[in-house]
Nanobody
Framework: VQLQASGGGLVQAGGSLRLSCAAS????????MGWFRQAPGKEREFVSA????????SYADSVKGRFTISRDNAKNRVNLQMNSLKPEDTALYYC?????????????????WGQGTLVTVSS
């Protein structure tokens, strides 16, 4: 199983980025998906999660109203649209596949992890 995250980069505060995570070698249309991030010197934190069919989504309070998670099961892909970016959003962003149809914010409920894509927001 491989999860390939892409879309990270350098952006000014207030700008936007769209992260994408593609899964290969296996379909995850029955699994919840999630995004987590880890900033330098900090612990990994939850960003957003989506259920297997997209009906349920959740967000960390710090990104609510600015980030939108979505998925395309036909393409085995999950996306994270990030708007109004702030310097504190700077981190390595990871996508993950949950064990259940919806896995929420607990990283222990995720079983496969991508390699991460770096997002840097300058002030």
């Amino acid at each position: 199983v491989q999860l390939q995250a892409s879309g990270g980069g350098l952006v000014q505060a207030g700008g936007s980025l769209r992260l994408s995570c593609a899964a290969s070698r296996r379909t995850f249309s029955n699994n919840g998906m999630g995004w987590f991030r880890q900033a330098p010197g900090k612990e990994r934190e939850f960003v957003s999660a989506i259920s297997w069919n997209g009906a349920i989504t959740s967000y960390a309070d710090s990104v609510k109203g600015r980030f939108t998670i979505s998925r395309d099961n036909a393409k085995n892909r999950v996306n994270l649209q990030m708007n109004s970016l702030k310097p504190e959003d700077t981190a390595l962003y990871y996508c993950a596949v949950g064990r259940a149809a919806y896995s929420g914010s607990d990283y222990r409920t995720y079983t496969y992890w991508g390699q991460g894509t770096l997002v840097t927001v300058s002030s």
